[in-house]
């Protein structure tokens, strides 16, 4: 992180404000246009699909389901226009679909992206990419081996406010960073045929919820060097309340926190030597936060309004048209280490998934 000697103490109360962070993410419609295909019709593919045909330049020209009748209701309230396909495989065959957006359930990721790799195709895959480090590995390396772009929906990264505060800190606004307390915690009535408790879904707080706190916390410490977590299991065995502490050698911290059995504003601080950014609610979604000094000068910023997907779809066009096989904000590297993290948390609690 920036060191704070750098940073003058004459100029440090009016170095940065808010409007001098406008151009810090690319415009989402000057990306170049991709067809994309939809393999899943749940909620959150809606919302993908809804961001693409609002925001960017791209068009989702195929949907594929295990049943036609629903990607045919998925197509005409998402994607009008879109082929339906009552077959995922049919799906990753078909020739008007540049990249395939991978939304299908946690335990399905590896099975389906694999599929379209197989096709030729590019893939965007909902996060986890996987449901462990092994699995990830073996994703990557057939997109390696392909040549195709693979990259993990991890949404947030290519967000306005997560540009914004990390330029923010870059530039020492509130020196170096020593703390990173982050939370997501939803409260669901206990199912056990719910995918969030269902152990052969890979089901779990920590896979559902808990990787966005991570994320943002390996997003600005990088990978840790300890961690330390406690939790409680659901009758099925599947986590669901988790604490962690990461710790990193130079003396920086992350508390994190994820549960289903809990609600909570998904609020996060970055506390550094200088001051804090304080983000309110929404920490992985479009939102505001603001920087406090030490001196007891502070600014805000707020995203834009819109689908925040459309940002990672617009990544990916971008990534395409360049002719890469990974994303410089979210590379394959990034992916093994939160995965990493992952799957040392579910091992500390005891959490072992079918077939694992």
């Known amino acids: 992180m920036t060191d704070t000697a750098a940073v003058d103490p004459a100029t440090y109360a009016s170095r940065l404000t808010a409007a001098d962070l406008s151009g810090e993410v690319p415009d989402l419609m000057a990306a170049p246009p991709v067809r994309w295909g939809v393999l899943g019709a749940g909620n959150i593919a809606a919302s993908f699909a809804d961001g693409v045909r609002d ?32 077959s995922y495989e049919a799906l990753v065959a078909d020739d008007d ?16 992206a694999l599929l379209a790799i197989a ?7 909902e996060k986890p990419i996987t449901r462990s480090v092994a699995e990830s590995r073996l994703l990557l390396d057939a997109a390696r081996e392909a040549g195709v772009f693979c990259m993990e929906a ?72 300890t961690l330390v977590t406690h939790g409680t ?34 609020g996060a601080r970055i506390i550094g030597t200088r001051g804090r950014i304080e983000i ?20 805000s910023f707020t995203s834009p309004e819109g689908e925040g997907k ?3 779809a617009a990544e990916v066009a971008r990534c395409v048209a360049a002719g890469l096989t990974e994303s410089p904000r979210m590379p394959w590297s990034d992916t093994l280490e939160v995965m990493g993290i992952l799957d ?13």
């Open 280 to 299: 309110p609610s929404g920490f992985f979604t479009p939102t505001s936060f603001e920087v406090v000094r030490a001196d007891g000068t502070s600014w």
């Open 154 to 225: 991890v949404w947030t990264r290519f967000l306005p406010h997560v540009a914004a505060l990390r330029a923010a800190i870059a530039r020492g606004e509130i020196g170096e960073v020593r703390t990173v307390v982050a939370d997501f915690d939803v409260f669901f009535p206990y199912d056990p045929t719910h995918r969030l408790f269902a152990p052969e879904l890979a089901g779990g707080a920590l896979l559902d919820l808990g990787i966005y706190p991570i994320t943002l916390a390996h997003d600005l410490l990088g990978a840790p060097d």
């Open 119 to 125: 096709a030729g195709k590019h893939v965007l895959v």
């Open 233 to 266: 299991l659901a009758a099925t065995g599947v986590d669901d309340h988790v604490g962690m502490i990461l710790g990193y050698d130079g003396g920086a911290q992350a508390l994190l926190h994820t549960s289903s059995t809990a609600s909570g504003g998904a």
């Open 55 to 86: 925001r960017t330049a791209g068009r989702v020209t195929a949907v594929g389901s295990r049943s036609v009748a629903k990607a045919e209701e998925f197509a005409a309230a998402h994607a009008p226009g879109a082929r339906a396909h009552g």
């Open 310 to 312: 459309a940002y990672e």
């Open 344 to 356: 040392q948390a579910r091992a500390q609690l005891g959490v072992v998934y079918p077939g694992e």
């Open 97 to 112: 679909v540049d990249v395939v957006y991978v939304a299908t359930p946690h335990s399905h990721h590896l099975e389906h």
